[in-house]
Structure formats: C-alpha cells, structure tokens
C-alpha cells in the first residue's frame, strides 16, 4: 500500500510515532492553504508564523529521509479547500491509505471526520501531543457542566507526579496565586530583561499572501520575531528559564507601558511554539521544573508552580472545556450580548490608554499576556456587551497562538461569561481600580480612574456599574457577587442613576471613547 499522511499546520511534532521509521511507501503532506489563512482575519505575524514553521517541518522530515509534498498557496490555490486537494493527490498518486491526526479544533475534525473515497482506508491517530488522553475529556468534562479548574489542576498534578511529594502538594500547598499578583514598582522596571526575538526570513511568504490577495491584520514584518522550528522553541524555552522564570509568578498579572520595560516582561512567550507542537507541554513543564531543581537557592517555588498551573492547569482544561461542549459552545451568548465590536480594536485609536496600550501592542506583535486579554480588552468587552461572535473572531485572528481549541474557552467563557458559567463562577468584571492597581497605565490617560460620571471619567467605572445592574437577574443571588450588589444598592439613588445614564451615553458613543 502507498499512504498519504497528512500533517496539519498545527501539527509538527518531530516526536510523533509516524516519524520513527521512514518507509518509501508513505509520503507526508503538509500544505499551505487558502481555507487555513482565511477562517479568520489572522494577524499578518500569526499566517507567517505558521506557514514558515510548516516549511521548516517539512524540510526537516525530508532531511531525515521521509518523502514530503510541500505544497504553497502557489500550488494549492486551485483547489477550493482540503478535501479537493486531498481527493486530487490520492487519485493522482493512486494512494490507497489516508492517515490524519485527531485535529485540535473542530472545524478540521469534522472536515477530515467527513471524507471517504472508494477503496482507500482511512485512518486517524492521536496527535501525542496533550498530557491528558483525548479519549478521557468526555469523562472529566461533561456538557454544560461547570468544571472547576482548580480541582482538575490537582487531579492532574496527581496523575502525572509533577510538584508532588508523595500524595501531597511539594511545599504543601496547591495554589500560590495569593502570593503572585504584584504590580512593578519604579525599582523593579530596570530588571526587566529584554525578550529574545528571532530574526526569521519571511519575506517569500509576505509576497505569496499578497499575490493570493490574503486579508490580514497587524503590522507585518519581513524578519519575524517568533520561533519557527525546534530548534527555536528550545531556545527561547532556555532563555525563559534562566531569565524570566525567576520572577514569573511574580509579575505574572502586572501591566507597565513604561519605556524602560520591554513588551512582554516575565512571560514565556513560548503559546505559539507549542500550539504549533514544536515542543510539547511534558517537555515544557519537566525542564522548568529541572531548572528550579537545580537553581532552588535562587528561583522559589511560588514562581514555578505559578507557570506549570497555566500549563499542566490551565491549558489542558480549555481544551477539556473546548472537546467536552463543542459544536454548541461556539454559540452560546448567556448573556445576550448584541453590540459590534468598536473599530479601535483594529487600530488601536482610543483614548482610553490601557485598551490602546493592549491592542496596539496586540497589532505590533501579534502578541499581548494573559491579563491583557483577560482585564483590558476582556473585560472591555464584556461590560460594554460586545457580541461573543466578534470577540471570538478578533481574539482568533490577532494572537500569533490563537487557535479555537485555546481561543474560544479563554474568549467566550472566561471573559465574556458566554457560556453561562462552564469555564468560570462569576464574570470577570471590573472597573477602573484593577487597572490601576496592576498598571501604570492611568497615570497618562486620557480619562480620570477615580471619577465615575464626570465629563472625563474613566469608562471602566459606569461600564462596570451599568454591567452589575443589567445582569441583577443573572448574578445577584451568586454568593461570590454577594459584596458587590450590596455596594450598589448602597449607593445613593441619584448617583446610581447618573452612572448609568453616564454609561448609557458611553454606550452610545462607543466609537470614540
Ligand atoms: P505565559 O504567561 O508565559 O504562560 C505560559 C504558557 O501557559 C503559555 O504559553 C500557554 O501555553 C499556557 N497558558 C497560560 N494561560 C493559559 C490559558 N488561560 N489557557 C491556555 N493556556 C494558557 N492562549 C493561547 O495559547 N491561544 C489563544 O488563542 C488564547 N486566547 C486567549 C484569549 C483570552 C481572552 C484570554 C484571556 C487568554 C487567552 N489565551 C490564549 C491564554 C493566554 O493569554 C496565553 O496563552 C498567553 O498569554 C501566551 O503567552 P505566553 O506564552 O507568554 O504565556
Ligand atoms: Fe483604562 Fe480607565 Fe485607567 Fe484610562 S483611566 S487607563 S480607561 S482604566
């Protein structure tokens, strides 16, 4: 038999089994495709990224003396999507076995799930890439169900003996976050190292995507600064162990648009390379957790296990979260956020700072961390009721990692509390006062943090008030929303209502806030 092997552009796993032994009778394809550049409006950086990892992959394979069809949008633009190329390469090729890995978003699983030629025997493998097997997701994370976490995180912990000691958590406790929610101090900025950037030729691919007339967003540029092969990931893995993990933890939640700091302070910046599987999770999480074996005296334990949680934690539990309530999670809208998304979020033009800090910096480098997501442009979002539609999309196209499986749980549940409460047990709300307690973003705004109705307050107040009051229905009965009802119902009827006639004046203003 002569099987064809597809590799995905998310898929390139040198230790995967296919790769162990090379066999003249099984040719691997790996393609750039217009249905991969155009399922959303990707970030510039993001289509490069991949197209440069992918040829990288299948330079590497070929090194090693498997048989590998490279395919550019040059050579497939002919074919309306993956399954036209497909049937064209096994009828060509005469090829009677089709093997695949289990896709990672749904879109491509149900794509491959679907196809079937006449005499050709199709096979799907698992993608060895997640700690936790695929088979076992349905069990941990039923449909609709709210799945706590923190109780996942330790059951994962436990299953694969990382940070334990024994049946106990190794410094006997599970959870070090009340320790790592610091914002920068003045002293602290000139410690920040610089982040390590690659300098990768992409220049053929920015030409090919404008010859097939690709749509993207960001600022585009010729040498990318990400990492596009093994080689890379492993390096920039190094870098942060031996500079950024020490205060990782740390600063892991602090915001600074200070010059002295670079873009991505302590954070890793290593969700493409392994979103891409060019190194894996296991190997992530184990040479971290060597690094601070060997540097104990230095890097304490807090700043570790703040990052295996979001790896070992967090990132398995999208996923879980993704697999256990797909199709219908990509519709969920509980509660029933209508308005489109403001056009600043594609130029960075507003005046509210820290949204401009967060979404410039979002175009520039495809990239912003996790509390950006989560308390600028999240939060931004879900009080001024954005549809989970746009915010899905915009998150999927401008991250230089976004991809559904990661994307759409961190978007829709975790910050638009769209899915009525799988991912979290109370909305990711707040005003001004977070920002400004973990930022110095304030400080050079436009708008005033600590007014709530003025001429020039700062949107995030009445937005946060008006957000409180809409959803009294949804949220006043949760006990962890107990506190802040109070504080509203406290509050003077002639002030609650200023702010939300200033927060409906906003609303209809949203442009040019
Ligand atoms: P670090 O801060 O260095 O963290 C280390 C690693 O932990 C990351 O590389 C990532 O693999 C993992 N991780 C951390 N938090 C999460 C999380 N919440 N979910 C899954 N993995 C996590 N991450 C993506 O990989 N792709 C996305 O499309 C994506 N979309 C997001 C959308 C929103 C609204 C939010 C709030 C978060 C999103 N995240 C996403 C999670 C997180 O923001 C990014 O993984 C992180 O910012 C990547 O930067 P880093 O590699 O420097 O991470
Ligand atoms: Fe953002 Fe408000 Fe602070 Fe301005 S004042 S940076 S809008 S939180």
Not at 62 to 77: K, R
């Amino acid at each position: 038999t002569a099987t064809l092997r597809l590799i995905l552009g998310d898929q390139l796993n040198a230790s995967h089994s296919w790769f162990k032994d090379v066999s003249p009778n099984t040719v691997y394809l790996i393609a750039e495709l217009a249905q991969e550049a155009t399922y959303a409006t990707h970030h510039v950086q993001k289509v490069c990224a991949f197209f440069s990892a992918m040829a990288e992959f299948a330079n590497a394979l070929a090194n090693c003396g498997h048989q590998v069809i490279y395919l550019t949008l040059d050579e497939t633009q002919h074919y309306p999507d993956l399954p036209a190329l497909l049937e064209h390469i096994i009828t060509s090729k005469q090829l009677t076995a089709f093997d695949y890995q289990q896709p990672d978003e749904y879109r491509l699983a149900q794509q491959l799930g679907e196809l079937a030629w006449p005499n050709v025997t199709k096979s799907k493998y698992d993608s060895e890439h997640f700690l936790l097997p695929f088979d076992d997701i349905k069990a941990q994370f039923a449909p609709n169900k709210h799945v706590k976490m923190e109780f996942f995180y330790r059951r994962m912990r436990k299953r694969f003996n990382v940070l334990m000691q024994d049946v106990e958590p190794l410094g006997g406790q599970w959870n070090f976050d009340q320790q790592n929610r610091e914002h920068f101090k003045q002293q602290d900025l000139a410690d920040i190292p610089s982040p390590l950037l690659f300098a990768n030729d992409v220049s053929a691919i920015l030409t090919r995507l404008k010859r097939h007339n690709i749509n993207t967003i960001g600022k585009a540029q010729s040498s990318l600064l990400w990492p596009v092969n093994r080689r890379q990931a492993r390096q920039l893995l190094d870098y942060f162990c031996q500079h950024l993990l020490i205060r990782f933890g740390r600063f892991q939640d602090a915001m600074t648009e200070n010059s002295r700091a670079d873009w991505s302070l302590y954070h890793s910046r290593l969700s493409f390379a392994i979103n891409a599987k060019m190194i894996s999770p296991n190997e992530v999480i184990h040479k971290v957790i060597q690094h601070w074996q060997a540097h104990q005296h230095d890097i304490s334990l807090t700043q570790v296990e703040g990052f295996v949680r979001q790896i070992l934690g967090w990132r398995e539990y999208v996923r879980g979260i993704y697999w256990g309530n797909m199709p219908n999670y990509a519709t969920k809208n509980a509660l029933q956020a209508q308005r489109p998304l403001p056009n600043y979020f594609w130029t960075a033009n507003t005046k509210m700072n820290c949204m401009h800090q967060a979404i410039k910096q979002s175009l520039d480098y495809a990239y912003a961390h996790h509390i950006q997501r989560l308390m600028v442009t999240g939060c931004f979002s879900l009080l001024a009721g954005l549809h989970p539609d746009e915010v899905d999309q915009w998150y999927l196209g401008i991250y230089i990692d976004a991809i559904e499986w990661v994307e759409m749980p961190n978007t829709r549940g975790m910050t638009q509390f769209a899915d009525g409460g799988i991912v979290a047990t109370k909305p990711y709300a707040a005003s001004g006062n977070y920002l400004n307690k973990m930022s110095d973003y304030c400080k050079t705004c436009h708008y005033n943090v600590k007014l709530k109705t003025e001429a020039n307050a700062c949107p995030f107040n009445s937005l946060y008030w008006h957000f409180i009051e809409r959803h009294h229905a949804q949220f006043s009965r949760n006990p962890r929303m107990t506190m802040v009802y109070k504080n509203w119902q406290k509050m003077d009827t002639h002030m609650q209502q200023a702010i939300i006639d200033k927060a409906n004046t906003l609303l209809e203003n949203i442009e040019n806030l």
